[in-house]
């Protein structure tokens, strides 16, 4: 699924480079309303998530692939390196994450039963609740902000949890279910991470892991 980031996504830096010209990055819309999602995440919290920070990410990814367009030195591009990665990763990471979320009155919060994201995930945990505590604790273990990850290994061939840290984007698994921390619910992780579980879309995630792992 990380087919997402690389194809939807990504910030295609050698051909807007090779144009002469960054290439624009737009904040894509949300397949639901900003208040859909309550009484889990409140409609205030995925407004300014979603035009503020998010668009932040585009705004600095936007002007650091200009930048890097704009110049010739070495060693200018390379000191650009971090703001393409933080502002790329933020950008590629909240994409994932709004389809990653639904509200509960749809897909949200509804496991495919029998599909083979549960099977993977009892394989591979025990049972999906024991998944959903390590994830919340992993996650919920994160200093400052960042990432916790569902992710898939395509070397192991299995679902890990893991975490990355600010925007980095998820590199080493395809990323199957992916929450973002930072300072929702006024910096109550654990409600955060509770109530989250009601809106994650989980037709997605069985999407992603199909597409994920061989036929």
């Known amino acids: 699924m990380f087919s997402i980031a690389k194809t939807a996504f990504r910030p295609s830096l050698t051909r807007a480079f090779a144009a002469g010209k960054a290439y624009k990055h737009t904040l894509p819309s949300l397949p639901y309303a900003y208040d859909a999602l309550e009484p889990y995440i409140a409609e205030e919290i995925m407004k300014l998530h979603h035009t503020k920070h ?24 390379i000191a650009l390196q971090s703001a393409l990665k933080f502002n790329g990763g933020g950008h590629i990471n909240h994409s994932l994450f709004w389809k990653n979320l ?42 400052g902000s960042g990432w ?23 590199l080493s698994h395809v990323p199957i279910i992916g929450i973002d921390i930072w300072e929702h619910y006024k910096n109550v992780k654990p409600d955060y991470l509770a109530a989250i579980w009601n809106v994650i879309n989980f037709e997605e995630a069985e999407k992603r892991f199909i597409e994920a792992t061989p036929q």
């Open 148 to 170: 916790g990850w569902l992710g898939y290994d395509k070397n192991g061939k299995k679902l890990e949890i893991v975490t990355t840290a600010n925007q980095d984007p998820l």
């Open 54 to 77: 998010h668009q932040a990410y585009v705004n600095g990814l936007n002007a650091a692939e200009e930048a890097y367009a704009a110049t010739d030195s070495v060693p200018k591009q």
């Open 102 to 143: 639904s509200p509960a009155k749809e897909a949200g919060g509804k496991l495919v039963a029998g599909g083979a994201l549960e099977k993977a995930l009892i394989k591979e945990f025990g049972s999906v609740e024991d998944f959903k505590k390590k994830m919340n604790a992993t996650t919920g273990a994160i200093q």
